[in-house]
């Protein structure tokens, strides 16, 4: 046994983590209930983390008991939800930064006092909180949480193990919540990620692990679209080392990524592979998400393969425009499914780290438009401009009449550069012969795009 609390520090101490719980029950009160009602009802199901039955138990009988960091990120991250409740929606909000800040500040005490089990599963509730605002730390909070992990052997297989069954689910369910964080985190700052697919050895996900005996049909499909993501992670994981290998020489064959993507389409059953084909079945809670997920990484793969063509062809060679059209329709589908976000799936549960599939995929518009366009003429038909523009309207509309907050990185990183790209842009009049004098306008060079947003989380731009 190794003593947790650091040497010097008295055990009877009222922590500062209490402390901060305390005030953040204050500004809840008397409605802790209900925010804890909201996240097994909005977030448990389609991204499972905590054992619900021991949880509310341990509430009731014995709330002491529980981590006070873990309860106040829980607090934290359900009030994203708070307008989704019949219950609590009649009532004002509490400020949402400064319960996250409490919570936070949480975390941070009981990581340095008491590091174990629950930090992890509040690290990773932190992490997972909207709307993201602090990227760095973010990722300090994930790696401590990822060593933590392999220091309590999480990433080892439980199942053989000779501990209650409910504890064998509860390290693998902390495990997986650590692989998608882990990965699409890594995805979205551009940084490479922590865990390697060689040193963990615990099972997937499936609905066995998830749901138990009878359980209702509706809980079951929200468990097979987790499953789902955890299986799309592992491509997702593919490409993240296909992107952060830099060992110099030959561009690499990009196949065996393609062919993962595929296989893993090939693997779903009928109702999660017609959400990711045809985007339908967008009710089931998780879904949306999951199609996002999906595009941002056939974005990513284009990606990929547009990179590696670009040293072998050249700028005008028709396999390389091919290469930017494929692209840019993934581009549109990415804007399709915005577009078409219903104000229930607007409030469903997102994973934080897609609000930066958005400004990734402006980003790659534009710097296809200036690329792919070389007249003023062509500049003003680019159909890049025209899906990127239309994507922050699309998003800007969500932010004003639903509050949506995944857009609010895109909106502010972008919305600007893509007005003044387009004010570039000469429009045409009708008065003209349809001459354009050149002299009259000078073409943006890619360049103009770094000086507002730079390549610094973009892993193929910091990574190639």
């Given at each position: 046994?190794?003593?947790?609390?650091?040497?010097?520090?008295?055990?009877?101490?009222?922590?500062?983590?209490?402390?901060?719980?305390?005030?953040?029950?204050?500004?809840?009160?008397?409605?802790?209930?209900?925010?804890?009602?909201?996240?097994?009802?909005?977030?448990?199901?389609?991204?499972?983390?905590?054992?619900?039955?021991?949880?509310?138990?341990?509430?009731?009988?014995?709330?002491?008991?529980?981590?006070?960091?873990?309860?106040?990120?829980?607090?934290?991250?359900?009030?994203?939800?708070?307008?989704?409740?019949?219950?609590l929606c009649r009532h004002r909000c509490p400020e949402r930064r400064f319960i996250w800040n409490l919570a936070s500040e949480a975390t941070?005490?009981?990581?340095?006092?008491?590091?174990?089990?629950?930090?992890?599963?509040a690290i990773l509730l932190n992490v997972g909180g909207r709307p993201t605002t602090s990227i760095i730390g973010n990722g300090v909070l994930l790696g401590s949480a990822v060593a933590m992990a392999h220091s309590l052997g999480l990433h080892h297989n439980p199942i053989p193990w000779e501990i209650p069954q409910s504890e064998k689910y509860l390290r693998m369910k902390i495990w997986w919540a650590l692989w998608v964080h882990d990965k699409w985190t890594s995805l979205a700052h551009g940084t490479p990620p922590h865990i390697s697919r060689t040193q963990f050895n615990v099972p997937k996900p499936t609905l066995e692990y998830?749901?138990?005996?009878?359980?209702?049909?509706?809980?079951?499909?929200?468990?097979?679209?987790?499953?789902?993501?955890?299986?799309?992670?592992?491509?997702?994981?593919?490409?993240?080392?296909?992107?952060y290998h830099f060992e110099p020489g030959e561009p690499r064959n990009t196949t065996h990524l393609e062919l993962a993507l595929n296989n893993w389409v090939e693997s779903l059953d009928d109702k999660t592979r017609r959400i990711i084909i045809r985007g339908t079945s967008l009710e089931i809670p998780g879904a949306a998400n999951l199609r996002l997920a999906y595009l941002n990484v056939r974005l990513l793969l284009e990606r990929i393969k547009l990179e590696a063509d670009?040293?072998?062809?050249?700028?005008?060679?028709?396999?390389?425009?091919?290469?930017?059209?494929?692209?840019?329709?993934?581009?549109?589908?990415?804007?399709?499914?915005?577009?078409?976000?219903?104000?229930?799936?607007?409030?469903?549960?997102?994973?934080?780290s897609g609000s930066f599939a958005f400004p990734a995929t402006v980003s790659f518009l534009l710097r296809c438009a200036l690329e792919t366009e070389n007249s003023p003429s062509g500049l003003a038909q680019s159909s890049s401009l025209r899906i990127a523009s239309s994507l922050i309207s699309a998003l800007r509309s969500?932010?004003?009449?639903?509050?949506?907050?995944?857009?609010?990185?895109?909106?502010?990183?972008?919305?600007?550069?893509?007005?003044?790209?387009?004010?570039?842009?000469?429009?045409?009049?009708?008065?003209?012969?349809?001459?354009?004098?050149?002299?009259?306008?000078?073409?943006?060079?890619?360049?103009?795009i770094d000086q507002y947003f730079p390549s610094l989380w973009d892993p193929l731009q910091s990574a190639w």
């Amino acid at each position: 046994m190794v003593q947790k609390r650091p040497l010097g520090m008295a055990v009877n101490r009222r922590s500062s983590s209490a402390e901060k719980l305390e005030m953040i029950e204050r500004l809840l009160e008397p409605f802790e209930a209900d925010v804890i009602d909201l996240y097994f009802d909005k977030v448990n199901d389609s991204f499972p983390l905590l054992d619900e039955t021991s949880f509310r138990r341990q509430f009731r009988e014995n709330k002491d008991r529980i981590s006070p960091a873990l309860l106040a990120c829980l607090y934290a991250h359900s009030i994203t939800f708070w307008d989704s409740s019949p219950v609590l929606c009649r009532h004002r909000c509490p400020e949402r930064r400064f319960i996250w800040n409490l919570a936070s500040e949480a975390t941070y005490s009981e990581l340095h006092v008491s590091p174990g089990m629950s930090i992890i599963e509040a690290i990773l509730l932190n992490v997972g909180g909207r709307p993201t605002t602090s990227i760095i730390g973010n990722g300090v909070l994930l790696g401590s949480a990822v060593a933590m992990a392999h220091s309590l052997g999480l990433h080892h297989n439980p199942i053989p193990w000779e501990i209650p069954q409910s504890e064998k689910y509860l390290r693998m369910k902390i495990w997986w919540a650590l692989w998608v964080h882990d990965k699409w985190t890594s995805l979205a700052h551009g940084t490479p990620p922590h865990i390697s697919r060689t040193q963990f050895n615990v099972p997937k996900p499936t609905l066995e692990y998830l749901c138990e005996s009878g359980s209702a049909e509706e809980k079951k499909q929200k468990a097979a679209v987790f499953v789902a993501l955890v299986g799309l992670t592992d491509v997702l994981d593919s490409n993240l080392r296909h992107i952060y290998h830099f060992e110099p020489g030959e561009p690499r064959n990009t196949t065996h990524l393609e062919l993962a993507l595929n296989n893993w389409v090939e693997s779903l059953d009928d109702k999660t592979r017609r959400i990711i084909i045809r985007g339908t079945s967008l009710e089931i809670p998780g879904a949306a998400n999951l199609r996002l997920a999906y595009l941002n990484v056939r974005l990513l793969l284009e990606r990929i393969k547009l990179e590696a063509d670009k040293q072998l062809y050249d700028t005008q060679d028709s396999r390389l425009l091919n290469r930017y059209i494929q692209a840019r329709r993934t581009s549109e589908e990415i804007l399709i499914l915005t577009q078409e976000l219903q104000p229930e799936q607007l409030a469903d549960f997102w994973l934080p780290s897609g609000s930066f599939a958005f400004p990734a995929t402006v980003s790659f518009l534009l710097r296809c438009a200036l690329e792919t366009e070389n007249s003023p003429s062509g500049l003003a038909q680019s159909s890049s401009l025209r899906i990127a523009s239309s994507l922050i309207s699309a998003l800007r509309s969500h932010k004003e009449k639903n509050s949506w907050d995944l857009g609010d990185i895109c909106l502010a990183q972008h919305a600007e550069i893509v007005e003044k790209v387009l004010a570039m842009v000469p429009t045409e009049d009708p008065g003209l012969d349809g001459s354009l004098d050149l002299q009259d306008f000078i073409m943006p060079d890619v360049s103009v795009i770094d000086q507002y947003f730079p390549s610094l989380w973009d892993p193929l731009q910091s990574a190639w």
